[in-house]
């Protein structure tokens, strides 16, 4: 890992969807984009802006139809399906608005799982799984189940999974969007937390409210992407 080289860097990216015989739809167009290690930023934009395409080309979900993106100075472009998918499990950590907790694994299980696909022996697994779940302050709940848990605790058991194999980045997707307000904020504080201890968050968020607390913000519209001044 190169401090100096972006973590993410994006060149002239663009995804064009074709449905058949109707029109073509851009949902981006030539988006160029820099982040670097310890950046926190986030990626604003309405519904039907591109900002969900951009995250699925970053998180490597999906591949783009023209341009170049680097992820940690890899031409991602050039790796084979199972390349990609090491590279997403070593490099990314993805958190979501709706948890995507396993209802009957406890939240030590649910952390613990992503290291089950590295192979890490089960002791291993279950001692840097606690040692996560310590990291977002839930030490003491690593044995309760999504249900015993409220909506940020479940938030956080979803940051500690993302965090387990170390990524450099932490992809959120609408993060805070099924939190109350308060709740919301200390998961912010959390990712604020993060970006101090030398990981990269890229955040997308419809709210400029929560936008507001990143370092950097970058506005979708119409599939192109321009950085907001601060």
Known sequence: MNAAVPVIETRGLGKVYSAGTEAEVVALAGVDLRIMHGDFVAIMGPSGSG???????????????GGQYLCDGIDVATLDAEALAELRRDKIGFVFQGFHLLPRMTAL??????????????????????A????VGLGARSGHRPNELSGGQ?????????????????????????LDSRTGEEIL??????????????????????????DRTFVMRDGELHEEPR
């Open 51 to 65: 900002k969900s395409t951009l995250m699925n080309l970053i998180g490597c979900l999906d591949t783009p139809t």
């Open 109 to 130: 299980e649910n952390v613990a799982m992503p290291l089950g696909y590295a192979r890490v022996p089960p002791a291993e697994r279950a001692e840097r799984a606690q």
């Open 189 to 214: 504080a959390l990712f604020k937390r993060l970006r101090d201890d030398g990981h990269t968050v890229v955040l997308i968020t419809h709210d400029a409210e929560v936008a507001a607390h990143a």
């Open 132 to 135: 996560a779940l310590e990291s």
């Open 154 to 178: 479940q938030q956080r058991v979803a940051i500690a999974r993302a965090l387990i194999n170390q990524p450099p980045v932490l992809l959120a997707d609408e993060p805070t969007g099924a």
